[in-house]
């Protein structure tokens, strides 16, 4: 509940100070003195877009205070944990001003907030109602919303869970139409991997055979140029040079003379030690060059053998890696995005079936959705009825219309045959249809109901809804429009009833309903010294005899006063509060 509103140098609104009470509050004065002020300055509190021309002339900036008591309200109390705001006593403060440059900032609890999450907090607070409300009861898209508020938590819980169906149902329908969509170029990157695959399969490399190959290449390209030069090696070494004897003769000769020579000489045994391991080395060399030798021969055929391989390495490394190590290496990612593509194929079916399965669950859920909608509007066209004949429109049709859409798109649902349109609201479309005489069709509000008849009707609907809505405020701008009269008495009677419930504050311009009021407001504009500024002040018992006498017929005669008076004292539809 709205406890207080402060208000400076708003629109031309210098200073205001305001209490509220509970029950009905009413704001009055004459045309042009700026009884919107405060309910703009709401909407400015509560979140509304706009500019700095809200700032009054002259001054750097504007700020408008609200304090708000939270018994009844436990969400709000929540939603601030949720928000990471601490709470002070059951009660709320929101804070926003607005310098000369157009810069917000809001204040929850004395913490600096968005805009959006002040609006998201005041939604749930404070529900105004003016002429921008006619304009949403002209369009269906809203009706839907008021029929789902007055069915009640019933159909608030099949829509949360249709909402939530149709979201996952709607996704997995987008991604099996972007796979059947990129399914053929799917299939051509399938078939080249496959080939690609086979291709290196094929060759059955191992790494580090093109090395080992090369190395071979190179010893079969020059076999006999390498046979005879290990073979004069061999010679040279073994069966001598010309016609001597080799070189491992000779240094074993050496070494048998000069070891004759050691019993003479002992200091040469060191150089018979020498020769001697030179022989043999020089004989170890001979037998292996001799092996090397018998290796090395001339074959055409393998060697066209090895050159032919080469060449398929050669091949392979052109098209998928620098050597036989990156070519496996890129064998083995074709391999794994091969197998991924036949885990992607399983995926696709598993998608398939969760989408059938998403479908059967949110036809049920809409369907009994549907039903659900379909009997609360039975209820509530009888109950408009009896509204809106208290509001003296007795001879007043109002009807809930809910159809269906036909639909072939890829994620319409099929009920009864027939494939339907369906959103995350479900799959009805609601609009509200209005005959305001006997004999006339009910037909769209948009294309037959005044001003006062659209006033009407979303008071009403507003009454009905109340019941339903935890909003602790309900605020009427111009609720009055195109009424007067008996209608404007029927009004009065509704709003009152409606305060005994809500806190409600209604700007109007008629006695009627400003005489029901438990609080009486006045708005007023003076001006002085070449400024114009409008103020607000709670009103007497006296003073606000005089009010209602102004609004009779502009006059304060005795007749007039007395009229007011008597209004006063008999104030219709609830019982008498203080004032």
């Known amino acids: 509940m709205l406890l207080e509103l402060h208000v400076r140098n708003f ?75 601490e709470r002070d006593d059951g009660q709320l403060v929101l804070v ?27 939604q749930h607070l404070v529900d105004i109602h003016g002429q921008h409300d006619h304009q949403a009861l002209l369009k269906p898209e809203a009706h839907l919303t008021w029929l789902d508020l007055y069915a009640g938590e019933e159909a608030a819980g099949l829509a949360r869970r249709v909402s939530g169906l149709w979201r996952r149902y709607r996704d997995t329908v987008r991604k099996l139409t972007e796979w059947e969509t990129q399914s053929r170029e799917r299939e051509r990157r399938r078939d080249l991997l496959l080939f690609q695959l086979n291709e290196i399969d094929a060759a059955q490399l191992k790494i580090g055979e093109d090395e080992e190959l090369r190395a071979r290449h190179r010893v079969l390209a020059n076999a006999e140029k390498l046979f005879e030069t290990l073979a004069t090696g061999y010679n040279n070494l073994r069966d001598g040079f010309g016609e001597g004897p080799g070189a491992v003769d000779l240094l074993e000769a050496t070494a048998q003379l000069l070891s004759e020579a050691v019993q003479w000489l002992p200091e040469i045994a060191a150089v018979v030690e020498l020769v001697e391991s030179a022989a043999a080395q020089a004989g170890e060399a001979a037998h292996m060059l001799r092996q090397a030798r018998d290796r090395v021969q001339a074959d055409p055929a393998e060697l066209a053998r090895v050159e032919e391989r080469l060449a398929l390495i050669d091949r392979l490394q052109r098209k998928y890696g620098d ?63 009896q509204e809106l004949s208290a509001l003296s429109l007795e001879n007043a049709q109002f009807t809930v219309a809910i159809s269906h859409v036909p639909s072939e798109a890829p994620d319409a649902i099929a009920i009864d ?21 006997p004999g006339e069709s009910p037909r769209p509000l948009a294309k037959i109901a005044s001003g006062g008849e659209l006033s009407r009707t979303m008071l009403a609907l507003k009454s009905l809804m109340a019941r339903h809505d935890a909003v602790p405020t309900l605020i009427f701008d111009e609720v009055d429009a195109g009424i007067g009269g008996r209608t404007a008495t029927a009004v009065a009677q509704r709003i009152a009833r409606l305060a005994q419930s ?44 005089l009010e209602i006498a102004r609004m009779l017929d502009g006059t304060t005669s005795e007749t007039t006063l007395q009229r007011a008076k008597e209004l006063l004292a008999t104030q219709p539809g609830k019982p008498r509060k203080a004032v």
């Not at 339907?420 to 305001?436: K, M, N, Q, T, Y």
């Open 502 to 545: 809500h806190q409600v504050l209604v700007v109007t311009h008629l006695a009627q309903i400003a005489c029901v009021a438990d609080h009486h407001m006045h708005v007023e504009k003076v001006t002085a010294a070449g400024r114009t500024t409008s103020s607000v002040r709670t009103l007497s018992r006296d003073e606000r005899v």
């Open 11 to 85: 629109a031309i609104a210098e200073r205001v100070d305001l209490t509220f009470r509970p029950g009905f509050n009413v704001l009055t004065g004459e045309t042009g003195a700026g009884k919107s002020i405060v309910v703009d300055a709401l909407l400015f509190l509560l979140g509304a877009r706009t500019g700095s021309d809200v700032i009054r002339t002259g001054a750097d900036g504007c700020l408008v205070e609200g304090l708000f008591d939270l018994t009844g309200v436990p969400h709000v109390g929540e939603l601030l944990d949720e928000l990471g705001i």
């Open 323 to 385: 050597d036989v190590a990156a070519i496996l290496a890129y064998r083995d990612d074709i391999a794994r995005e091969l197998s991924s593509e036949e885990l992607s194929e399983e995926g696709y079916q598993r998608l398939t079936e969760e989408r059938e399965t998403l479908h059967d669950d949110l036809v049920s859920a809409a369907s009994e959705l549907s039903r659900v909608r379909r009997e609360a509007a039975l209820r509530l066209e009888q109950e408009m009825a």
């Open 417 to 437: 045959g027939s494939r339907l349109a369906c959103s995350e609201r479900g799959i009805d479309r609601v609009e509200f249809l209005f005959s305001a005489n």
């Open 96 to 122: 926003r001003e607005m310098s000369s440059s157009g810069r917000s900032r809001c204040r929850v609890n004395g913490r600096l907030v968005t805009v959006s999450v002040l609006g998201r907090i005041a």
